[in-house]
């Protein structure tokens, strides 16, 4: 189960650096699509870049996180529920960042930001999970 | 051998579990879309405050509610789809599909009176297809709806589809099973009611990222057929298309079909054909023009020699006051229904897929939509709210409606007759029609991506139903 823990919140940090590089490509996509005749309007419905981070964002990547806290609750890892509960808690407020920055795009700064915040954190959770686990893991301390 | 309870933390951990997971199957859950589902079974009746009818069910079936079925056709089509490579001239090859291959398909003209008679053929379009007549009030049987008037051809099958072209003007053709790519990828065409021999024809579409006139990319040009050009604008891309004319002025004659009742001139403006809309453009052309198609670089130029080039004006042509006024020949005051068509936006699943924007209709999420139910002869007026964040160009299959109002302002212009009307995010219009065409009609969003998400619904004639099945067997999925 710590091995579970490691690779579900080691595959959300990889996620979100999947999610920049995605739209990243998805956007430089467009711009030399503009240059090379394509019309940006209300047509318009991205590129493969675009549905890339849609479906990782949307499915892949709450899907993990989800995962991860479910298989917190069995794991012996030390801090590794309110971990768990930490990434969880900034994929949500990563996806209401990004529901809001439809209307009000000003709001995708935070949807940026808190993308970094949650690499770190799932990063650190994962660390958590690494090695075998401490004597203290075992007690009930975690729930 | 007695059995250990097990220790109280994995109770813990089960618990949790179940109550993390609750939610969240029983919304997944929930959202699924039934693989086999009726329309006459789907979401709830609403009978706009007429009168509520018990027996859905029983009544004619709409395949018997046809075009004339004897007489000869005064023009008869063939058309064969395939999935193959055709060429976008002035772009190069790429792969969708075609009608006598090509794509769009062959044009489809006739006089006013005329039987039209197409006999649809699939070669190899291995999802099978329909063929919707957009904008013509045919028969319910001829309406080319996979899973509501009919299902899908499948390859090596044909149907034939007959109706009268009652009513001139400008009009398309697309299929209606699996539309959201079928149509991107090239099944539509162009069908023109009585045209002039000489009226120039601007059909606008986008092949992933292409966007093209009459098939073609880039600066077009056509001959001036005289002093004015009759110029028959369609937009069958997803998303409003703004038209203006750099070099002379012009009146607006037509929309979706219908003349405008006096129409002045225009100039430095532009005016906006919605998705799956018509405009119809009487342009002064003795001088070259060009008609930009909604920017970018394929335009349409009339006549010989450099035509200028200018920006999108900032002023549209706003419909609600433009021309004068008309009888409409009914009235909406004496309506018998009254509807609401409240298009809103919910995160969460969509047929077991997670999102942040999926549509509902007041409310509901397809396919848990209101029926809009009426029956022969009635006044129905409805009001299309959206509050949803996106445009929508909402589509009325079989009817015309009149647009009384926009955000509580009455309409003082010539009678603004539409088969699909632009409805931005925070507007409200308020429309109405005459019930004069029985049948199981769509009623949705013609941003066929939007329709496939759940913006679908139907008007139902009391004393009509449908065999056909949504998914099921012959796999029908109209969007």
């Known amino acids: 189960m710590r091995a579970v823990y490691r690779v579900l919140a080691g595959l959300i940090a990889i996620g979100v650096v999947v999610q920049a590089m995605a739209i990243a490509v998805g956007w430089f996509t467009a711009l030399k699509d503009v240059d090379d005749g394509l019309v940006i309007d209300k047509n318009y419905d991205g590129n493969w870049g675009h549905n890339v981070h849609s479906i990782v964002g949307s499915t892949a990547i709450p899907l993990f996180a989800l995962l991860l806290l479910i298989v917190s609750f069995f794991a012996h890892v030390q801090g590794g529920v309110k971990w768990a509960l930490y990434v969880f808690g900034l994929v949500v407020l990563q996806i209401a960042f990004a529901f809001a920055a439809f209307a009000a795009p000003v709001v995708g700064a935070l949807h940026g930001a808190n993308a970094l915040v949650l690499l770190a954190v799932a990063g650190m959770a994962a660390r958590r999970a690494a090695g075998a686990p401490t004597p203290a893991a075992t007690t009930e301390a975690t729930a | ?479």
């Open chain 2, 1 to 479: 051998m007695k059995l250990r309870p097990p220790p109280r933390r994995v109770l813990i951990a089960l618990l949790a579990t179940i109550v993390v997971l609750t939610p969240i199957v029983f919304f997944w859950t929930r959202s699924l879309v039934p693989n086999d589902l009726s329309p006459m079974s789907m979401g709830y009746a609403d009978f706009g405050g007429g009168p509520v009818s018990e027996h859905l069910h029983h009544g004619v079936d709409v395949s018997e509610l046809t075009g004339p079925p004897e007489q000869k056709p005064d023009v008869a089509v063939d058309l064969v789809a395939r999935k193959e490579r055709f060429d976008i001239p002035g772009r190069g090859q790429t792969d969708g599909y075609t009608l006598n291959h090509t794509s769009p398909g062959p044009r489809i003209v006739a006089k006013q009176g005329d039987l039209i008679q197409v006999t649809l053929h699939n070669d190899n379009v291995a999802d099978g297809i329909t063929l919707h007549w957009h904008g013509v009030d045919v028969p319910n049987a001829e309406d080319g709806v996979a899973g509501v008037t009919q299902d899908a051809v499948r390859p090596g099958q044909s149907y034939v589809y007959r109706f009268v072209a009652k009513d001139v003007g400008t009009y398309w053709y697309h299929s209606h099973q699996i539309a959201h790519e079928q149509v991107q990828k090239g099944l539509y065409g162009v069908l023109i009611v009585q045209p002039a021999a000489d009226d120039v024809i601007a059909v606008v579409h986008t092949y992933d990222k292409v966007r093209t006139v009459n098939g073609e990319y880039g600066e077009r040009r056509v001959k001036a057929p005289g002093p004015t050009a009759r110029v028959r604008l369609i937009n069958t891309d997803n998303g409003p298309m703004a038209i203006w004319v750099d070099g002379a002025p012009y009146k607006v004659v037509a929309v979706d079909g219908t003349d405008v009742n006096a129409p002045t001139e225009v100039s430095g403006k532009k005016v906006l054909v919605t998705a799956g809309g018509r405009v119809d453009l009487e342009i002064r052309t003795n001088q070259p023009v060009r008609i930009a198609l909604g920017g970018g670089p394929t335009t349409l130029v009339i006549g010989n020699g450099d035509a200028p080039s200018g920006t999108e004006p900032k002023d549209r042509v706003d419909l609600l006051t433009y021309g004068s006024t008309k009888a409409i020949g009914f009235d909406p005051a004496r309506a018998t229904r009254v509807f609401r068509y409240d298009i809103g936006r919910t995160i969460g699943f969509f047929d077991g897929k997670p999102g942040l924007r999926w549509w509902t209709i007041n409310g509901h999420q397809y396919p848990d939509v209101p029926m809009f139910v009426v029956s022969e002869g009635d006044i129905v007026r409805m009001t299309i709210k959206n509050t949803s964040g996106q445009v929508h160009p909402m589509h009325l299959h079989g009817h015309h409606l009149v647009v009384l109002g926009r955000n509580g302002v009455k309409a003082t212009g010539s009678p603004w007759w539409t088969d699909s009307l632009n409805v931005e995010d925070k507007e409200t219009y308020e429309v109405a029609f005459v019930a004069n065409n029985p049948g199981i009609w769509m009623d949705h969003c013609h941003n066929l991506p939007h329709a496939s998400q759940g913006l679908i619904t139907h008007l139902m004639y009391n004393g009509v139903s449908t065999k056909f099945h949504l998914g099921g067997g012959p796999n029908n999925h109209p969007e």
